[in-house]
């Protein structure tokens, strides 16, 4: 089954305590990206990477880092989380095609992380 | 900047009814449109994805519309029932991949 999948799916933390976030899809996609879900401020992209080791930021990229070092694979990093990046993460995944014509986005189930 | 807006923010309708929710951008060069759909404390699930260069998309009950021109998308959603409620986000893909996102239509259909 083709899917998108993330790790942990909640989590509680401190703030300042390192975490990270796995995504991880099984589709041979090559691009993937990462989305913050806030209310009143919709999905907002804070990471993305078009292939392999080749990533770029997003519109609200502080306080995240990303690697990309196996295609199916794009973790978001938490160097020193802090409260205000406490949210519902989204990782997403898309085959990129020239042209006109593109494919749809699949998405993960989401990550509900709390900062405390 | 690409800017997405929904309206309305919510939405109450009886079931069986047919209803209309809409989407607007103010860049006009896209490369699509998808409209998704979120159930409460869940992820993104794909409804339909209109290319820029197609008219409309239909799947089921549900069709969606585009015209590129204006910065206008509509999703149809004909004989609703209780299990459509959830909320529908519509987004556009630009340069980049990246996708900008509306903040969403909330659906409420009542048995």
């Known amino acids: 089954e083709a899917q998108v999948t993330q790790n942990p799916r909640y989590l509680i933390t401190v703030t300042g305590k390192k975490l990270t976030v796995t995504c991880s899809q099984n589709?041979?996609?090559?691009?993937m990206s990462w989305y913050r879900q806030d209310p009143g401020l919709g999905l907002r992209q804070i990471y993305y990477?078009?292939?392999?080791?080749?990533?770029d930021k997003g519109d609200v990229p502080e306080g995240y880092k990303v690697s990309r070092k196996e295609k199916r694979n794009f973790p978001l990093i938490l160097e020193s989380p802090s409260p205000n990046q406490t949210s519902l993460y989204f990782c997403a995944s898309t085959r990129l095609k020239t042209g006109v014509h593109q494919e749809t986005q699949y998405f993960g189930p989401g990550t509900r992380l709390l900062v405390l | 900047k690409q800017e997405v807006t929904q309206i309305p923010a919510a939405l109450s309708v009886p079931e069986g009814e047919n209803l209309v929710l809409n989407c607007s951008f103010t860049d006009s060069a896209i490369y699509n449109l998808q409209w998704f759909r979120q159930d409460p404390g869940k992820g993104l699930t794909s409804l339909l994805l209109?290319?820029?260069?197609?008219r409309e998309q239909t799947s089921g009950r549900l069709n969606a519309s585009l015209d590129k021109s204006s910065g206008r998308s509509t999703l149809y959603i004909a004989a609703s029932q209780p299990g459509d409620s959830a909320t529908y986000l519509c987004a556009v893909r630009g340069g980049s991949e990246k996708l900008v996102f509306g903040k969403g239509t909330k659906l409420t259909v009542n048995p």
């Open positions: 589709m041979n996609h090559e691009y």
């Open positions: 209109i290319q820029s260069s197609q």
């Open positions: 990477s078009m292939n392999v080791e080749v990533t």
